[in-house]
């Protein structure tokens, strides 16, 4: 007999374990979630026979709880919606019966009142209707191999990502100080057929320019002054694997031909030798910079851009990136919260507004030392906006209308406008559903199905 399966939203875990306690695991599968948030996801994943909902954690919004419990009522019609509640929010248990729950419980409650309408809900439960927000399968990508983002930007990446990794040819990765082009570049290498070959990373900006060559090609004995023995380079060392070379704008002219003549006849001789070398090697480059400018400024040749242009990946600035910044601050939470043994549950509504309104020059790398200093700080379960940096605090919401860019192009389909610009909203509401229902022009119904159809979660 298939085991009974329910869904508990549970802060603590109390009706978890009070569950188990009566019906046993033989019986029984409980899934338990901390918010709201979840429940599409959960129900993305599998179907429940009951869905266990709390009042009091909707208090705050009640409109977007009623709204998901419709969703619930008409895409998983067998699953019965048991309401928990306090007295004082009655008024919203009783608008739950309205859209379809099938009953509410007042606490405090005698586990045997819970249990037998626990039983009530099985034995009247609908014997027809499919859970239609079933995924048969994975359609949104939130994490590429460490790489995250939900956003319709950040897609477009991760789709570019994928493709560098099935062909062989050098890749230019261009953004902003601080969007992950290093990161970009380690998951093309991991994702390629030459994944477990060495990597090899030069950070070409932070090096002498007298010492690049030496660094790249290697030296024979007696080349120079301290030369004492025979060297290789970075490109011998990262033979059959892949070189990623960062802030490749900073080069000087001399180093732009000879890395122009490895990419064309991957061979170079190691400084003082007259040995040709041949290596096999992809090469990957990433710059902060304008080459294109560079080029009209004759600061970088035309010929080495036009090799690396083939295929280029454009990392978009966090500030264009709408529903990341919501998505990375919780990722950034959990990892922190693990390193420094915290138990912070959530980033308060307050702190998710000055974090979405900040204009982030330092992009994905600031984001993430900002929440690392605020959960090092942080004293209780919530992730208050005092922990913040005064910058953050202080920086004018007005200011960021005139820098955000709307991320929309030509080529997008219908239904790709349509998801970011829902995602946009949301976001500029902070999450707020109902808000963002009225400023689209819809029912909260209508946006729980667009936000499910388009695989918006998290919110």
Request: hydrophobic content about 40%.
């Amino acid at each position: 007999m298939d085991k009974t399966r329910i869904l508990i939203v549970d802060e603590k875990r109390e009706i978890e374990n009070r569950l188990k306690s009566h019906f046993g695991n033989e019986k029984l599968i409980v899934d338990s979630v901390k918010s709201i948030s979840y429940i599409l996801e959960m129900f993305s994943k599998t179907t429940y026979d009951i869905l266990l909902w709390q009042t009091a954690l909707v208090q705050g919004d009640p409109d977007d709880g009623l709204g998901l419990l419709e969703v619930i009522g008409v895409e998983s019609p067998r699953t019965q919606v048991i309401i928990l509640t306090e007295d004082k929010n009655i008024d919203i248990a009783l608008e739950g019966i309205k859209v379809g729950a099938f009953q509410y419980l007042k606490r405090p409650f005698m586990d045997e009142e819970f249990i037998q309408l626990i039983e009530l809900a099985l034995r009247k439960q609908p014997s027809t209707g499919q859970n239609t927000l079933l995924k048969p399968e994975k359609r949104f990508v939130k994490n590429l191999d460490g790489l995250y983002g939900v956003s319709l930007p950040m897609q477009h990446v991760f789709e570019q990502i994928q493709e560098a990794a099935t062909t062989d040819v050098s890749v230019l990765i261009t953004g902003e100080t601080g969007t992950g082009k290093d990161i970009v570049a380690s998951v093309i290498h991991r994702l390629s057929s030459r994944g477990k070959m060495p990597y090899i990373t030069v950070h070409t900006g932070a090096m002498p320019s007298e010492l690049i060559a030496s660094e790249l090609f290697g030296h024979a004995k007696g080349a120079f002054t301290n030369a004492t023995e025979t060297t290789a380079g970075k490109f011998e060392q990262a033979d059959k694997g892949t070189i990623f070379l960062d802030e490749i704008g900073t080069m000087d002219h001399k180093m732009q031909v000879s890395l122009l003549r490895i990419l064309e006849k991957s061979s170079f001789q190691r400084i003082g030798g007259k040995k040709n070398i041949s290596v096999n090697v992809r090469v990957i480059a990433a710059t902060n910079e304008n080459l294109e400018t560079f080029i009209e400024q004759k600061k970088f040749r035309k010929d080495l851009y036009y090799r690396f242009d083939v295929f280029r990946i454009q990392i978009p600035p966090l500030r264009n990136r709408p529903g990341d910044i919501a998505f990375l601050s919780n990722q950034f939470v959990t990892e922190f919260n693990n390193k420094y043994n915290k138990d912070i549950l959530r980033i308060s509504g307050d702190t998710m507004h000055y974090l979405e309104n900040y204009h982030w020059p330092g992009n994905v790398r600031e984001l993430r030392n900002v929440i690392q200093r605020s959960v090092l700080l942080g004293k209780k379960e919530v992730l208050e906006s005092n922990l913040l940096p005064a910058r953050i605090l202080s920086h004018k919401e007005n200011k960021l209308v005139h820098e955000r860019c709307i991320p929309f192009q030509i080529g997008m389909s219908l239904s790709e406008v349509e998801k970011e610009f829902i995602g946009m909203t949301l976001a500029h509401n902070n999450g707020n559903k109902t808000k963002t229902a009225q400023d689209l022009g819809i029912t909260r119904k209508a946006l729980y199905n667009k936000l499910e159809r388009f695989n918006v979660i998290g919110y």
